[in-house]
């Protein structure tokens, strides 16, 4: 084990689009932690509105370490090592449930009561606590690079949205907006035998959602038109499934206003808080709508995810357009905001 103490550059968010690339000390790590080299990690839909908003009363708190889709290799531990050792390659979740209470034990980790949030992806070093050690930290497969194995926590939300749904295997399939997520539940759905269509006003996203095997995409309006035209399509049916991927209130009432008789609403998006959605009254009851929401992951959905990731198909790269070293950080969220780009790679070069 080495003894001598690392210095090291990590971004922390200052406030709205404040963020200071700062040299800090690595600590050693204690019983049970980890100290992670990062490899790789990546900009998503999250830290975007995190960067905006200048924090999340969840999530982080500032100022504070950023970011929280990562990969990277294990340099030093503390004993107990809970079975990792120096050298081993991980991934390592943003959230670490308790394991104890009600929901916990109910397999819904996602909702524990005490679930505990790690940031600090855009850094060149990381302390793992002991919590995440013990339950959010996941062995790399051989041949996994670490910009697609940083990309597992992501997937895990969306496969975790679509075990919530408990779909037959042939439904048909809306999903609004054409980000990483919306796209990932594209790439997801339409090889397990849905046919899936995406709506988006940007043009490069739906070429993407074809390319991920999405059977139909089309310009968004965002108007009433949006609800008119996705009610239209699937034979004049309309999707029994559709997934809200943006975050927008007005999106939740599209999805509301344009699943089939008898179909079911992912509400996907968190929106920010203090909006509302309206929504048919008539037609959630005479209809027999089903709507759910889908929070975050579980331990189930990010082993899911890692094993997708190493299996290699879909080719989910297509959703990372850039690589940025951890000064251009603000540069390669702008360029998100901007709409340039769908995700980023964020490289550390330590020093």
Not at 185 to 213: C, K, Q, T, W
Not at 246 to 259: F, H, I, K, M, Y
Request: charged fraction near 20%.
């Amino acid at each position: 084990m080495s003894t001598a103490r690392r210095t090291h550059r990590a971004v922390y968010l200052l406030g709205p689009r404040r963020t200071e690339l700062r040299t800090v000390t690595a600590p050693r790590p204690g019983g049970g932690e980890l100290l992670v080299r990062i490899e790789a990690a990546a900009t998503c839909g999250t830290d975007l509105k995190v960067w905006q908003r200048g924090g999340h009363p969840r999530m982080l708190q500032v100022p504070g370490p950023f970011g929280h889709e990562m990969a990277g290799t294990i340099v030093e531990l503390g004993q107990p090592s809970n079975g990792w050792a120096e050298g081993d390659r991980v991934v390592i979740a943003n959230s670490a449930p308790c394991g104890e209470c009600k929901a916990c034990r109910s397999g819904r980790e996602n909702l524990c009561a005490d679930l505990s949030y790690l940031n600090g992806a855009y850094g060149e070093y990381l302390l793992v606590p002991r919590r995440f050690s013990e339950r959010s930290t996941y062995a790399v497969p051989p041949g996994l690079d670490p910009t697609m194995a940083a990309m597992a926590e992501p997937l895990a939300c969306v496969l975790h949205g679509i075990d919530v749904c408990r779909l037959a295997g042939d439904e048909t399939v809306a999903v609004i907006g054409g980000g990483p997520i919306g796209l990932m539940f594209a790439a997801v759905l339409g090889p397990r035998g849905h046919d899936v269509a995406l709506i988006d006003p940007n043009a490069s996203r739906l070429e993407a959602a074809r390319r991920l095997g999405a059977v139909e995409a089309f310009e968004a309006a965002r108007d009433h038109r949006d609800a008119e035209r996705l009610s239209g399509i699937f034979s004049g049916l309309g999707p029994e499934l559709v997934i809200e991927a943006t975050g927008n209130p007005r999106a939740w009432e599209t999805a509301l206003a344009s699943v089939a008789p008898g179909g079911q609403v992912l509400l996907f998006g968190g929106c920010a808080p203090g909006t509302t959605a309206a929504c048919d009254t008539h037609k959630l009851h005479y209809s027999e709508i089903t709507v759910r929401g889908a929070y975050h992951h579980t331990p189930a959905a990010m082993q899911n995810a890692i094993a997708f990731l190493a299996a290699g198909t879909p080719d989910l790269s297509i959703l990372l357009n850039a690589v940025y070293p951890l000064e251009r950080v603000p540069e390669a969220l702008a360029a998100m905001e901007a709409r340039t780009i769908l995700k980023a790679t964020i490289r550390p070069e330590p020093h």
